[in-house]
Each structure stands twice: as structure tokens, then as C-alpha cells.
């Protein structure tokens, strides 16, 4: 078959496609056919070296994925040949056929395409988490998104608006911004604008944002915490900028603010909070008032341009690869 083979870590251009054996399913584990890929900015981070566990090479990159399940490991039950199943793994998915334990497939509603389905399980789970597990937003409240039409950007927005709260995007373009609108945020802002920490404080009441889903980190992390307000709820969840941000403790205790890291990686492990974040999307993304935004599609052999295009903002909603 067909795969995205990663011998060093560096820049996209590292990856390089190769004929590779089809994978057999473990005990334990299914074979799907990958009908589409999920490609995330950890994706990314992690062929350079720079994510947050170590990347071991040669690796097949590729943590999230749908498809169609093509062979069962021994023990495997419950699980149908011929359902499309999205999976959330380490990695192994950029390839025609990738295996993945049973217990990270992610039920989805068979209404949902192949690329619909690779697009939701990270970005709907951590921006569920961000939101409610973590972030205990409630109906009414503000909450700030950054990289609006991004990824993670339009999964916030769509899932804050379902639940009722009041969406406030940043982005660094027009166009990222109608996107963000078109999906319900309430007030948009340049990233760049000059007057952007008093904009967002206006917006929310002049008195600051309750809940930001801080993804940029660096210098805007700094501003992250001038835009909330007394007692806000700053969730870090990803630090697209790449730069260190400095934190001075001391003025968390000005505002009383709280600043939580989050990484879904490890909340997968929380049975019960897994259980809600599945319960409360699944009903959401059943009914048709959340749907996963799938945005520029590749083929693998067009991997390079799909991580470049991501890592250069080039992209809105979820990059998919289809093998
Ligand atoms: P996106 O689709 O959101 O793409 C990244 C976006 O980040 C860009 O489009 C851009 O939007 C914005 N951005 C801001 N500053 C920069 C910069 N200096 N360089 C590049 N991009 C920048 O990606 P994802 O949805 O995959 O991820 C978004 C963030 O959330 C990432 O930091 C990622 O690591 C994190 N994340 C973390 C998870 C966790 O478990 N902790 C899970 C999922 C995502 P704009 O042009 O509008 O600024």
C-alpha cells in the first residue's frame, strides 16, 4: 500500500510517500480501509520534533482518521466490517490501510462523509473539553476563539453557540473572519487590529472575557490575559506561534485569574469526561446542529502542501488528506 513515511524529523518536505506492507490487525485491534485523513497542527509539530512527546522515527504520521473497518484482530467484538469508523491514535494514518486499537474508534453517525468524520474527533473533543469539562462555560457567558477559522476555531465556535454562549473570534483575515460569522460567532476582530484588547474587553460588557480558548500563545499570551476579566478562565490549548510566552504569576492574582493547560491526549484517559464530551457531541452532531467543517482536501501525494499550507494559515476548518 500506499503510505507517508517520516526517516528524520524537520520540515514537511521530510515526509515521503513508499510502497509499504498492508498492516495485519493486532489482538485487540481493527483494520480500516482510511477513507480520510485528519490532519492536525500537532500532526505537524510532531514531524519536526517539536510536539510535546518525543516523535521516534521512521514513523507513518496521522493520529486522526475515518474509514470504512476492513479486518478484525483477534478478541475485537462489537465492531461491524463494512461501518465507517472514525479513529483517534498516535499515528500510522497517512496510508491506505491503517490499524487502530477498538477502544480508539469513535462511533459516528453514518450520515456523516468520510472526511466529516476525520474531521471531528480532535477538534470537537478538545473543544469540548475547552469549553465545559475544563472551561465551565455556562449558557449567556463570553467566550473568546482564537484562530477562528481554523481547526479547532470552528469546532469552538459551533459548539459554544449550541450551548448557548455568547462567541467573541479572532483571526487574522476578512475572510477567516466571514467564515467565523457564518458559523454563528457574535463579534469578530482582526487579529492584528491596533485597538484589539479593548475591542474584546468592549465586546464582552467593557469588563473583560469569563472564558478564552488561548491557542497562540507567545506574545498573544500576554494579551490573552488583558482581555479577560476579573475571575476569567484562560484554557491553554495550543501555542500556534510557536514562541515562548512568559508568565508573571503575580498577575494572576491581580484579576484572580486561573489559567488551565489542557491536551486532549491525556483527557482521553478520563473515562467519564470522555463519556460526557461522546454523549453531548454525538447528540449534537446527530441532530445536524454541529457539523464538522471540512476544509482543503489533498491527495497523499500532495501530504507536503497540505502540512505547509496549515503550518502557513493558508487553511480554514480541518486540512484532509484521502489516501
Ligand atoms: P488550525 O486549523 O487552527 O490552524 C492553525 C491556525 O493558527 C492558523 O490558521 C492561524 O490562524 C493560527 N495562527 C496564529 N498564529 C500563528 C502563527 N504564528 N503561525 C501559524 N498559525 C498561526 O489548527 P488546529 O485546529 O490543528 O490547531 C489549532 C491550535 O490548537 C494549535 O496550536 C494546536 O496545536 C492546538 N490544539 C491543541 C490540542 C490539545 O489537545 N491541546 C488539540 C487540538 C488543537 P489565523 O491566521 O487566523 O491566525
Do not use: C
Request: hydrophobic share 45%; charged share 20%; proline share 6%.
Amino acid at each position: 500500500m500506499r503510505a507517508i513515511r517520516v526517516e528524520r524529523l524537520g520540515p514537511p518536505d521530510v515526509m515521503q510517500l513508499q510502497d509499504t506492507p498492508v498492516p495485519s490487525p493486532a489482538p485487540g485491534e481493527v483494520r480500516v480501509r482510511v477513507e480520510a485523513v485528519g490532519i492536525n497542527f500537532a500532526d505537524a509539530l510532531a514531524v519536526a520534533g517539536e510536539y510535546l512527546t518525543r516523535t521516534r522515527v521512521p514513523y507513518t504520521p496521522g493520529m486522526e482518521f475515518a474509514g470504512i473497518v476492513d479486518a478484525l484482530g483477534e478478541g475485537v467484538q462489537g465492531v461491524q466490517v463494512g461501518t465507517r469508523v472514525a479513529a483517534l491514535g498516535g499515528s500510522g494514518a497517512m496510508a491506505e490501510y491503517a490499524t487502530v486499537p477498538a477502544a480508539g474508534l469513535i462511533p459516528v453517525p453514518q450520515t456523516l462523509s468520510g472526511a466529516q468524520a476525520a474531521a471531528f474527533p480532535v477538534s470537537y473533543f478538545t473543544a469540548y473539553h475547552g469549553l465545559k469539562t475544563l472551561g465551565r462555560g455556562e449558557a449567556g457567558e463570553w467566550v473568546l476563539v482564537q484562530a477562528a477559522a481554523g481547526a479547532l476555531g470552528t469546532a469552538s465556535i459551533q459548539l459554544a453557540k449550541a450551548l448557548g454562549m455568547n462567541v467573541i473570534a479572532l483571526a487574522s483575515t476578512d475572510e477567516k473572519l466571514e467564515i467565523a460569522r457564518t458559523l454563528g460567532a457574535d463579534v469578530t476582530i482582526l487579529q492584528d487590529d491596533p485597538d484589539r484588547v479593548k475591542k474584546v474587553r468592549d465586546a464582552a460588557g467593557g469588563k473583560g472575557v469569563p472564558l478564552i480558548l488561548e491557542v497562540v500563545g507567545g506574545k498573544r499570551f500576554q494579551e490573552s490575559l488583558d482581555m479577560a476579566a476579573s475571575r476569567g478562565r484562560i484554557i491553554v490549548i495550543g501555542n500556534a506561534s510557536r514562541e515562548q510566552a512568559n508568565l508573571r504569576p503575580v498577575e494572576l492574582m491581580k484579576r484572580n485569574l486561573t489559567v488551565t493547560g489542557l491536551w486532549l491526549t491525556s483527557l482521553m484517559s478520563d473515562v467519564p469526561a470522555t463519556a460526557e464530551a461522546a454523549r453531548v457531541l454525538a447528540e449534537l452532531v446527530g441532530s445536524g446542529k454541529v457539523i464538522p467543517q471540512v476544509g482543503p482536501t489533498y491527495a497523499l501525494d500532495q501530504s507536503v502542501q497540505a502540512f505547509e499550507d496549515l503550518l502557513n494559515r493558508r487553511t480554514t476548518g480541518k486540512v484532509i488528506i484521502e489516501p
